[in-house]
């Protein structure tokens, strides 16, 4: 684990991400490619970086989100394609044409290879950003999940999805399935940036950080990757038994 930054609120964490972002784009130029996430975790982020939008030009940036619901009606305002144009697209200036969100071009069968090649095409992900499931989820990835796994259709469990319902009129309307990118796929980023914020995510995020490497706690796959940031609040980071071990900005 690289570094993890306590933070006291989300806003915080929002600009922290923000100043990541930024200067990751700084020093690698055009070739920045931005993962995008959706979910609440953050929305914190995207705001500090809209709030960015005339000094931080995201116009030719290419942009990837993480996962899509597989069966959701085209259109709803609840699939993550309409929520990435409503959250993020739009409020941080990127081109639509740049930005892509699985299944966007066909789902069928073959939706989840071309999206691993289109990522590959753009040069691979520079910076991802992630939330965590209470479940230890990164993305649709949930517990059981191969951590070779690459991007395909896969079942959400009943957690998730009443986690979800949130979102939805009715419990039942949260789709069954999704596309999401693999943990495979999520590795060859080349930074990761996790936010977590609440007591709900506590168990998750010391299972990931400081738990075995299991496909049970799919988060805990970030443990083989050089170059992760977390941010995290107190509520989060109040069963991480390290904390004081990680690196923290400015440490050096
Ligand atoms: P949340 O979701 O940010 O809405 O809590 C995180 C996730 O499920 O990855």
């Known amino acids: 684990m690289t570094e993890l930054f306590v933070v006291s609120s989300q806003a915080e964490g929002g600009e922290l991400a923000a100043d990541r972002i930024a200067a990751t784009m700084t020093s690698v130029g055009a070739r920045f490619v931005l ?9 914190s982020i995207w705001r500090a970086l809209a709030a960015r939008c005339r000094s931080l030009d995201l116009s030719t940036v290419p942009a990837f989100a993480l996962d899509e619901y597989w069966d959701i009606p085209e259109g709803h305002p609840e699939s993550y394609q309409a929520v990435v ?7 941080l200036g990127l081109n639509p044409q740049l930005v892509r969100v699985p299944g966007d071009d066909g789902k069928d069968s073959a939706a989840p290879s071309r999206y691993e090649q289109a990522i590959r095409a753009a040069g691979g992900i520079t910076l991802q950003v992630l939330g965590i499931g209470r479940n230890g989820h990164i993305a649709f990835n949930e517990p059981g999940t191969s951590l070779a796994s690459r991007c395909r259709i896969a079942r959400l469990t009943q957690q998730t999805r009443r986690d979800n319902s949130r979102f939805f009129a009715a419990a039942e309307d949260v789709p069954s399935y999704c596309i999401t990118q693999g943990i495979g796929t999520i590795l060859e980023a080349e930074r990761l940036v996790l936010a977590a914020y609440g007591l709900d995510k506590a168990h998750a995020l010391a299972a990931a950080l400081e738990g075995p490497v299991t496909s049970t706690v799919p988060a805990s796959a970030l443990q083989l990757h050089p170059g992760v940031t977390v941010i995290a609040d107190a509520a989060a980071a109040s069963q ?7 690196l923290a900005a400015g440490a050096l």
């Open 240 to 246: 991480l038994k390290h904390a004081g071990n990680y």
């Open 35 to 43: 993962g995008v996430a959706t979910g609440s975790t953050p929305q």
């Open 85 to 91: 144009e409503r959250e993020i697209t739009s409020p």
